[in-house]
């Protein structure tokens, strides 16, 4: 009777996860492992509201897999060492493992395959829907360009949809205890686990996305990004599922899950731009250590900006517009190195992807992919644009809800400012390198 391992990682579902699939594909029984691994904490990685979210999607994955007749066993330790320890404590004839794409989920490869050898099996395409390295360019390992890549990614072969899998006979004798609950920092969280991600799914309409995705107030993008950070849903599944819909809001989500997917083969590609520039701009950067905290807590004076890193705080995550507004402000506005506001937004998102993440920061900074660095976005057109009734600013600015109109968008003009409300960190007319206006035609960073 053979016996398989499967680690999971950051594919924590049952439905189209080609690791679990090939488990029990090729072997009587199965063995679905977790490592909680002290080095993620160390590295700065276990935030309060990813730690939470984690906990209750490791639950949930349970739970799928005891009514498939298996169930999770969670271990604590070096990745490495405790699945070769079950893996001889069990005498696992294969381990499989979904590929990623970070530096440590390299480092953990190469020591997985030290310590298995040819037991170890690597599955690509679990976290992305295109693996990264599965189109290229002529003579290069990586799209720098994200149209070119679009146009190659849409004719890239895609996999059929896995079923979720059944008979599983987890050995009973085997020991580890789920993970223990996390308080998050933030107020209010998702539903974390699969069951929750495939309802999300269900109740989103996908038709008004295209006129709706940078609307702040309407709040139209789908909120799936946690469920694909963590892997309760299959990128892959979730473009088959959206083509199926159709539709031009539909084809308008397929293409933020390129984005996603072209990020992913960008990181693969130079697991650097994790932490260094991507295309060094030889910046200056200022350090000014109020400002950023005035930055961190909402406190800039620009409401627009405010709004954002306010509703970050609350709810651990934060409208894609706003986003790319706030990072702006940061980087080009008030001309701070995006590192730190790439460290902040990690420290409070539940869907804290290293890839999304530190690419769209080196985007929004212009050390990155973008082939406009000079780009900046004025917080005052993208207020007037994307919130313009200030319905936004009014949910999470409340000190500011009694103004009118866009009169909120510049309390400074206003005779009923709330002595509350800080005076704007820099001139709202300021004009050069630490604020201009800038037109974007394409939203750059992904939505979903």
């Known amino acids: 009777m053979t016996l398989a391992v499967v680690l999971f990682t950051q594919d924590l579902r049952l439905h189209d996860n080609p690791a679990l699939h090939a488990a029990r594909a090729g072997a009587d029984r199965v063995v679905p492992l977790f490592v909680s691994d002290p080095a993620v904490g160390a590295a700065g990685f276990a935030a309060p509201n990813r730690a939470a979210f984690l906990a209750g999607c490791l639950a949930d994955l349970d739970a799928g897999l005891r009514r498939a007749g298996g169930r999770l066993l969670v271990r604590e330790g070096d990745t490495a060492e405790q699945t070769a320890k079950l893996a001889a404590e069990t005498g696992a004839a294969s381990v499989?493992?979904?590929?990623?794409?970070?530096?440590?989920?390299?480092?953990?490869?190469?020591?997985?395959?030290?310590?298995?050898?040819?037991?170890l099996r690597v599955h690509e395409g679990s976290l992305t829907a295109v693996p990264p390295g599965a189109v290229l360019p002529a003579g290069r390992d990586h799209y720098a360009v994200f149209t070119p890549y679009h146009r190659a990614w849409q004719q890239a072969a895609r996999r059929t949809p896995l079923p979720p899998p059944r008979g599983l006979d987890t050995?009973?004798?085997?020991?580890?205890?789920?993970?223990?609950?996390?308080?998050?920092?933030?107020?209010?969280?998702?539903?974390?686990?699969?069951?929750?991600?495939?309802?999300?799914?269900?109740?989103?309409?996908?038709?008004?996305?295209?006129?709706?995705?940078?609307?702040?107030?309407?709040?139209?993008?789908?909120?799936l990004s946690p469920y694909l950070h963590f892997g309760c849903l299959s990128a892959n599944e979730l473009v088959h599922l959206a083509e199926r819909r159709g539709g031009h809001g539909a084809g308008a989500f397929v293409r933020q899950l390129a984005w996603r997917d072209?990020?992913?083969?960008?990181?693969?590609?130079?697991?650097?731009?994790?932490?260094?520039?991507?295309?060094?701009?030889?910046?200056?950067?200022?350090?000014?250590p109020d400002e950023f905290a005035a930055w961190c807590e909402g406190r800039t004076g620009f409401p627009i900006v405010d709004a954002g890193m306010r509703q970050l705080a609350e709810t651990g995550w934060m409208h894609n517009?706003?986003?790319?507004?706030?990072?702006?402000?940061?980087?080009?506005?008030?001309?701070?190195?995006?590192?730190?506001?790439?460290?902040?937004?990690?420290?409070?998102?539940?869907?804290?992807?290293?890839?999304?993440?530190?690419?769209n920061w080196q985007w929004v900074a212009g050390t990155g992919t973008d082939t406009r660095p000079n780009r900046v976005l004025n917080p005052l057109t993208q207020a007037d644009r994307h919130d313009p009734d200030g319905a936004y600013v009014r949910r999470w600015v409340p000190e500011l809800a009694h103004l009118?109109?866009?009169?909120?968008?510049?309390?400074?003009?206003?005779?009923?400012?709330?002595?509350?409300?800080?005076?704007?960190?820099?001139?709202?007319?300021?004009?050069?390198?630490?604020l201009r206006a800038a037109r974007i035609d394409q939203d750059p960073l992904p939505g979903v």
């Open 96 to 119: 499989h493992l979904a590929a990623g794409v970070s530096d440590y989920a390299r480092r953990r490869e190469q020591r997985l395959r030290r310590a298995l050898g040819d037991r």
């Open 171 to 223: 050995p009973g004798e085997l020991t580890g205890a789920l993970l223990p609950a996390v308080t998050p920092t933030a107020r209010h969280l998702p539903e974390p686990g699969e069951g929750a991600a495939r309802r999300a799914w269900q109740r989103w309409r996908t038709e008004h996305y295209a006129d709706l995705h940078d609307d702040l107030a309407a709040d139209g993008t789908s909120h």
């Open 262 to 288: 072209f990020h992913h083969q960008v990181l693969a590609a130079r697991p650097d731009a994790a932490r260094a520039d991507y295309r060094p701009r030889h910046d200056d950067w200022r350090a000014d």
């Open 321 to 359: 517009r706003a986003r790319l507004l706030t990072a702006s402000f940061l980087a080009k506005s008030l001309y701070h190195d995006w590192r730190p506001g790439a460290a902040h937004f990690l420290h409070h998102l539940v869907d804290g992807d290293l890839a999304n993440n530190q690419l």
């Open 404 to 434: 009118p109109g866009r009169e909120i968008h510049r309390p400074w003009q206003s005779r009923r400012r709330p002595a509350d409300y800080p005076a704007p960190l820099i001139a709202p007319d300021a004009t050069g390198r630490r």
